[in-house]
């Protein structure tokens, strides 16, 4: 059987990585820096595992010796600020497989200033410029959007109406100034081999909180798919992403950025008909992949489950009750 170390448990896209890993057979293993947890609990006691938190030193080392002391043969990260530090030791981590696009395909994900340029060729991009000068004095119209290079969520965007707002803000590379897409917003869950598209699902975000589709329906648009398509083409995506693109002014979807890891909304795809856990477990494994995978049209909202547990079962953790800063 295979054993799968799943760390980020507590996000709503760790939980339905584990349910589905567990649902198809695989020997899960459960992860968190916090105690509470709750995909701790959706594991045998004896697969679950305390880490430190994705920005410690001590991270990576932590994954490591859990992979030797539990014999791990696929680590799953379901967490940004985890990506990069995993990747960048993936040989360290050899036999076991992490599932996780490269390094470099995380590097341009995770800057969206880098996406914007090497997407820019082939998918539809938005006029994408820094906070400096050079960028002010662009051809805009207005309002523009303006946000941090990096960073998950709405944190830090914001639009500017006119000129005179744009020109009073300080320069700073580590913000960009880009085109507004007025439209409607879409997530496309994709997964890909080498650049090569495996599945597309396009899904709206009827309802969002903090950062997080709660409500929301596939729908099949080829055009979405193309462009995600294009997307996960240009980056060399090998593995799983959340490309989110946004209609123009002419009603055209266009790249807003790519998630390179499983959505919160995950459940919503594997319920229309492409379980990516276990596509991307396939893909970790060398087995050989579907193409032009269907799904069906269908809707979600999310509600709040409990699980309930004897109190002497709850893992005591430092990292409790963390903050976004402790991610």
Request: hydrophobic share 50%.
């Amino acid at each position: 059987m295979t054993r799968v170390l799943v760390t980020g448990a507590g996000g709503a896209a760790g939980v339905a990585v584990i349910r589905s890993l567990v649902a198809h057979g695989a020997d899960v293993f459960a992860a968190d820096m916090d105690g509470w947890a709750a995909g701790l609990y959706l594991v045998p006691a004896e697969r679950r595992r305390l880490v430190q938190p994705g920005r410690s030193p001590e991270f990576v080392d932590g994954v490591l010796s859990i992979v030797r002391e539990d014999d791990i043969d696929v680590v799953f990260s379901t967490v940004d600020v985890e990506l990069e530090p995993l990747a960048a030791r993936r040989a360290e981590l050899a036999p076991t497989v992490l599932a996780a696009p490269s390094l470099s395909t995380l590097a341009t994900c995770l800057d969206k200033l880098t996406l914007a340029e090497a997407c820019a060729g082939s998918a539809r991009v938005p006029t994408t410029m820094i906070l400096d000068a050079t960028g002010k004095a662009a051809d805009w119209t207005f309002p523009v959007i303006i946000k941090p290079r990096r960073g998950a969520g709405s944190r830090g965007v914001h639009l500017v109406a006119d000129r005179a707002g744009l020109e009073a803000m300080p320069d700073d590379e580590a913000i960009i100034i880009q085109a507004n897409l007025p439209g409607e917003e879409y997530s496309v869950d994709v997964i890909a081999s080498g650049g090569t598209l495996v599945a597309a699902v396009p899904r709206t975000r009827a309802r969002v909180d903090s950062g997080v589709s709660i409500a929301g329906q596939t729908v099949r648009d080829p055009e979405l798919q193309r462009q995600a398509g294009l997307v996960a083409a240009a980056i060399g995506l090998d593995g799983v992403a959340n490309v989110q693109l946004r209609r123009d002014v002419d009603g055209l979807p266009a790249l807003l950025e790519v998630n390179p890891r499983f959505p919160g909304a995950l459940p919503l795809t594997i319920a229309a008909g492409v379980d990516l856990p276990v596509l991307a477990l396939d893909l970790a494994l060398g087995e050989e992949l579907p193409s032009g995978l269907d799904f069906r049209e269908i809707a979600t909202v999310r509600f709040l489950e409990d699980l309930i547990l004897d109190p002497a079962e709850v893992l005591v953790s430092e990292h409790a009750a963390h903050g976004p800063e402790d991610e």
